[in-house]
């Protein structure tokens, strides 16, 4: 899960620095206040990359990803970016989870027939 989650949130950071630099553009905002939220958005993404393992780590993503939506009040193509963003997030979480059951299976397997056949098959 942890592979697929953090590439999901490495492609989000480049994609919020993108959406900075289109939000740079709107009159209404200032450079800094976009550059700061923009900024605390890429550290926190890069930062969720290792905590996904860790109780909230991926609930933090969660929320990332709805910040991610809500980002398209002020770059309107963000909605369409956060939405397919969130479904990345969740095909990375579900299927994610689903390698990481199948791989403990597949060990578990692996450890109960050599443990079968003993030390004295060699």
């Given amino acids: 899960m942890r592979t697929l989650c953090s590439s999901t949130l490495i492609g989000e950071f480049f994609v919020i620095g993108f959406a900075g630099l289109v939000a740079m553009k709107d009159d209404s905002l200032t450079t ?41 009040f002020f770059v309107p193509v963000m909605y369409f970016l956060g939405a397919v963003f969130a479904v990345l997030w969740w095909c990375s979480v579900h299927y994610g989870r689903r390698v990481d059951e199948i791989k403990a299976r597949w060990a578990a397997s692996n450890a109960a027939a050599q443990g079968s056949a003993g030390p004295d098959a060699a």
């Fill in 32 to 72: 800094s206040t976009v550059w700061w939220v923009c900024g605390v958005a890429m550290v926190l993404s890069v930062l969720l990359c290792g905590t996904l393992t860790r109780p909230g780590g991926v609930q933090l993503g969660w929320a990332l990803q709805i910040g991610l939506i809500l980002s398209g």
